[in-house]
């Protein structure tokens, strides 16, 4: 059992390794009115020191700009074995690498 654990914080440092982040710098184009907070890709404005979630993606907003990382690591950028593919719950933001030939079992670590 505890090499299963070991293997689960092992899968979540190559998630947070190899999550897709993006970084969209704060804008200053008026002086005599400065930039209140961030806004997201939906034209939604957010507070300076704000954290949100929406689709699996986190954010937060900073004096410096707009800060974006998708909780689910993206399959090209995680090495699973040949034997073995990622499957992404949408639902639960949470990803799991199981073996292609039976779903229900966990493939082992590297």
């Known amino acids: ?9 092992f899968m979540g440092l190559v998630a947070l390794c190899h999550s897709d982040c993006s970084f969209q710098k704060l804008m200053v184009e008026d002086l005599d009115n400065p930039p209140k907070g961030c ?3 939906d034209g939604k ?3 300076f020191g704000s954290e949100w979630e929406k689709d699996c ?3 937060s ?6 800060s974006c990382c998708s909780r689910i690591p993206d399959a090209d950028t995680v090495d699973i ?3 073995c593919e990622l499957v992404v719950n949408k639902e639960t933001c949470s990803a799991q690498v199981v073996m292609k030939s039976d779903k ?3 493939c082992s670590p590297l």
Not at 1 to 9: A, I, K, L, Q, T
Not at 61 to 66: D, M, R, S, V
């Open 1 to 9: 059992m505890g090499s299963f654990h070991v293997f689960v914080c």
């Open 39 to 41: 806004v997201d890709n």
């Open 45 to 47: 404005l957010h507070d």
């Open 57 to 59: 993606v986190a954010c």
């Open 61 to 66: 907003c900073t004096a410096e700009g707009l």
């Open 81 to 83: 074995p040949e034997e």
């Open 104 to 106: 229900t079992k966990e």
